[in-house]
């Protein structure tokens, strides 16, 4: 789990905004052009993460790894 808040300004910096949301940001094109997304919302979810990288916002995921059985 990667927990991020203004206590944690590298973290903020170094995850959120240049990890995970510039991974997110990358796929724009292509999940709209795929039809997953409108871009309309897609930008709203972008702007909603560095929303989180302000002095009162939170970041909080979770990484988990699974494994399929037939």
Known sequence: MVYV???RPALVEG?????FTA???G???AAIRAG???QHVFEQGIRDLY?????DGVFCYTFFKAIGKP
């Open 5 to 7: 808040d203004a206590s």
């Open 51 to 55: 929303r989180t990288t302000e002095a």
């Open 36 to 38: 997953l997304v409108e």
């Open 15 to 19: 995850f959120t905004r240049r990890t």
């Open 27 to 29: 796929v724009q094109e």
């Open 23 to 25: 991974m997110i940001e």
